[in-house]
């Protein structure tokens, strides 16, 4: 499979942002597409899934409420609206793949961590200025 992220820039604390993940290639549909995000110096997070098969979305706590996760199935693309973005939020955001179905064998809701997931794609910029 193939991953592709667009829609990163530079905007100012308060602003909003859309990103874009495009996944193709696989004769199978993911069971979850996330985005992560990886500051400087700190480990891959998972933000925000989305279960392609039922639409269902979850949120890491420290983006509920201001991002949300969308799909547009004609188009293949999964996108991220982000708003009342924080300088905390800078990072690279990458949009992965996951082929094993819900739920997770480790008990928790959703798939979180980055180690299980299948295809990457190369990222995008996001930085929030103060």
């Known amino acids: 499979g193939q991953v592709v992220e667009s829609g990163g820039g530079l905007v100012q604390a308060g602003g909003s942002l859309r990103l874009a993940c495009v996944a193709s290639g696989s004769a199978v549909t993911p069971y979850a597409i996330t985005w992560f995000r990886q500051a400087p110096g700190k480990e891959r997070e998972g933000i925000a899934c989305?279960?392609?098969?039922?639409?269902?979305?979850y949120y890491a706590k420290l983006v509920a409420g201001r991002f949300t996760i969308s799909r547009d199935n004609v188009k293949n693309t999964i996108f991220l609206q982000m708003n009342n973005l924080k300088p905390e939020d800078t990072g690279v955001y990458y949009c992965g793949t996951e082929m094993a179905p819900f739920p997770p064998k480790d008990g928790t809701v959703w798939y979180a961590s980055s180690y299980t997931y299948d295809y990457w794609g190369q990222g995008t910029q996001v930085t929030v200025s103060t």
């Open positions: 989305i279960n392609p098969h039922d639409g269902l979305t």
